[in-house]
């Protein structure tokens, strides 16, 4: 039984987004925090849909540091040259930052399992994490849940119903299966295609594309 190597990202009372997925993978279990894969897109995504450039680009010996910016602003951004690599702890603390300027809190459904290596398919005898105390400390009314497994797990433990993707957007909605299962009053749950490398159907401008729902939703 492996057990949830981290807590959830800082959350405040502002905090307003909630992505989970469904069990870290090996390489942000080593690294301590959320979607360190190289290939994962996750944070690719994010930062373009909420139209902030990236603080690092591993491919390259110069550093972009950026400042706190308005949402649809451009972000004003320092260059600074390196001669190292990117610390993997600084590139860590970046993320953290973005984090908090877009009141968005990372955290995953399940709190242990079985499971082999990074593989979603191999999981079982799942225990979940307490998302309704977090819910409950928090103003989050969006949820977005990253690929299908964190979906299906979701709908399992609270019993929701999973609608038909929207249009050619490929979210698509969850919803309680009746009003004893609400877990928030105006709470907006998004299954989101998995920015997982496995996910080969789906191109980074495919991912951009979808998740760009949870930006536009306030």
């Known amino acids: 039984m492996i057990h949830y190597p981290f807590l959830h990202t800082q959350f405040h009372k502002d905090s307003r987004i909630l992505i989970l997925g469904s069990f870290p993978s090996v390489s942000s279990r ?3 925090f ?4 190289p290939q994962n897109r ?3 995504v ?18 972009d540091i950026i400042l706190p910016c308005t949402q649809f602003g451009n972000p004003k951004k320092y260059l600074f040259a390196t001669s190292q690599c990117i610390d993997s702890q600084s590139t860590i603390a970046q993320q953290k930052a973005f984090l908090q300027i877009h009141n968005i809190v990372l955290w995953d459904i399940i709190k ?8 979603d398919t191999s999981i079982k005898n799942i225990i979940p994490n307490d998302i309704r ?3 409950a400390q928090t103003n989050i009314d969006i949820i977005a849940l990253n690929g299908n497994k964190a979906g299906k797990i979701f709908a399992k ?31 907006k749950i998004f299954l989101l295609p998995s920015t997982s490398p496995a996910n080969a159907r789906f191109g980074l401008e495919n991912l951009i594309e979808s998740w760009c729902i949870i930006a536009t939703k306030k």
């Not at 139209?51 to 680009?57: E, V």
């Open 112 to 119: 242990s399992c079985e499971i082999i290596g990074s593989s």
């Open 42 to 44: 996750f944070w690719k």
């Open 133 to 135: 105390t977090l819910l």
């Open 46 to 63: 994010l930062y373009r849909i909420f139209s902030q450039q990236m603080p690092y680009d591993t491919n390259t010996t110069k550093l």
């Open 34 to 37: 959320y979607y360190q894969h």
């Open 30 to 32: 080593k690294l301590g």
């Open 157 to 187: 433990i609270y019993h929701h119903t999973i609608d038909h993707a929207k249009d050619t957007h490929f979210y698509r909605i969850l919803t309680p299966k009746n009003h004893a299962y609400t877990l928030k009053p105006n709470l």
